[in-house]
């Protein structure tokens, strides 16, 4: 429900402005109302969220015309960046405050480029850019086709892959650095030997005398470090992760472990407490306090002590019911332990106890990318023997703590990537339905 809202806020929309059947979009048909009584409750408590801070400026720019030229009379320069990203509401919130009497100058400098257009999923549209010359009238237009940033052969790779882009005003960049380096483009067969190459290719690089933090790996989503990584631990070199945790501390990841760790060792606790309400399974703090309390009188671990407070009366039934599932579960999938693969057993337990559920109702735009790195996690235990080899290694990478002070090479999406700049750049996973990414091509944006 936040993300529709959110996302009419971007589009400018207010309840009374929803068009009719958008607004039975949501909750079998309950999305306006919702809108209406979340926009009374934040009145109501005097608050605003992140769209309300344009979304309210419009209106009372529109609605008060004094309102509106006394914020023109003091904002009488407007410089915009990253144009290209604007979303509708920032746009008529721009046009309103750039509107000044025709007999007044108006100053509107925006910088921007349609070529780099990556925020459309958040709303953002490239068509403000495109049509920029016939909003503001008058306005001159600036190609920046100098660039300073790339040598040539990599302007002329991406200029002509950028070529085939449909919606572009069109530029020709340059380049007076020369034309550098050859891109160096190899097919490989999948990600574990990109990642042997790129670590080959690194190490071949420092030998040369390259510095580690002048290297970057870009990947399109979350779940491609994890190979990465790796390889890296595994050649001692020292990287880190931009944008988010590397891929074993992710806490999805850290949830699966949870589960898989208690499975193979009944006694521990640490598992136990993560994972004994998640999903939440009305077993709150309540109950963990007097499992808690139980396992230490009795000298015992936290499992164990839960299967004895389900044969007494001291848990409120439901409780009590919700915690002898969590115990029948794992026995359930303990006797699959002979039965299943270790990959196969985790994509069950992962569905049975409904963490894959969760993330698919979670409508966090997080959340997508939190079930591709699930379904990363159960491709990766393919690489081992079986289950305990798979956590013995999941223990040494998460022992190898970030060395503090040195060079280290950078991993990170494209995204967490803009207007970065490094000497040496890998570009793996471009295969279809990765790069680009397959919603992006069936959503558009
Ligand atoms: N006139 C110049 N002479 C030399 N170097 C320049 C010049 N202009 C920009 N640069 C260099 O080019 C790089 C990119 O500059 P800048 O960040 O201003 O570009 P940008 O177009 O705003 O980038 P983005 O598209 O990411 O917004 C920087 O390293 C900057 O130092």
């Given at each position: 429900m936040a993300g529709l809202i959110d996302r009419w806020k971007n589009r400018a929309l207010t309840p009374q402005t929803v068009p009719q059947a958008e607004g039975m979009s949501f909750a079998e048909g309950k999305g306006l109302s919702l809108y209406r009584q979340y926009q009374e409750r934040l009145l109501q408590i005097n608050a605003c969220d992140f769209g309300d801070l344009i979304l309210h400026m419009i209106t009372l720019m529109q609605n008060h015309r004094d309102i509106l030229a006394s914020i023109q009379r003091r904002a009488r320069f407007l410089l915009v960046d990253e144009y290209q990203d604007t979303n509708v509401a920032q746009y008529l919130w721009l046009r309103l405050l750039a509107q000044r009497p025709e007999t007044e100058p108006r100053h509107i400098c925006c910088v921007g480029d349609?070529?780099?257009?990556?925020?459309g999923w958040r709303g953002a549209e490239v068509g403000n850019i495109l049509r920029f010359d016939q909003d503001f009238p008058g306005a001159k237009v600036i190609r920046l086709e100098q660039n300073y940033r790339s040598t040539g052969h990599i302007l002329g790779a991406a200029s002509s892959l950028i070529a085939a882009n449909a919606s572009r005003l069109g530029k020709s960049l340059w380049t007076e650095a020369g034309a550098g380096e050859k891109i160096d483009l190899r097919g490989l067969w999948d990600a574990n030997e990109e990642a042997r190459t790129v670590g080959d290719l690194v190490e071949d690089r420092q030998r040369q005398g390259d510095s580690l933090s002048e290297m970057a790996i870009l990947v399109r989503?979350?779940?491609?470090t994890r190979e990465f990584e790796e390889r890296m631990i595994t050649l001692g070199i020292p990287y880190r992760v931009i944008g988010g945790p590397r891929f074993y501390e992710r806490a999805e990841i850290r949830d699966a472990l949870a589960y898989l760790r208690l499975l193979v060792q009944p006694d521990d606790d640490l598992a136990f407490e993560r994972i004994i309400n998640l999903p939440k399974r009305g077993l709150g703090t309540a109950a963990l306090q007097m499992i808690n309390r139980l396992a230490r009188a009795e000298g015992t671990s936290m499992s164990r002590a839960a299967a004895q407070l389900i044969g007494s009366e001291d848990l409120r039934p439901q409780a009590r019911r919700a915690l002898a599932h969590f115990l029948e579960d794992f026995k359930r999938w303990r006797e699959q332990i002979d039965q299943l693969d270790h990959p196969s057993l985790t994509e069950l337990i992962l569905e049975d106890s409904g963490i894959v559920e969760m993330w698919q109702k979670d409508k966090s735009p997080d959340a997508s990318g939190r079930l591709e790195n699930l379904r990363e996690l159960v491709g990766a235990m393919r690489e081992f023997d079986s289950l305990n080899g798979f956590l013995e290694h999941i223990s040494l990478v998460m022992d190898n703590q970030e060395a503090s002070g040195l060079e280290k090479l950078t991993i990170m999406t494209l995204h967490a990537a803009k207007g970065l700049e490094f000497d040496t750049v890998f570009l793996p996973g471009w295969e279809e339905g990765v790069f680009p990414n397959q919603r992006s091509m069936d959503e558009g944006g």
């Open positions: 349609d070529d780099q257009s990556i925020y989503a979350g779940f491609q």
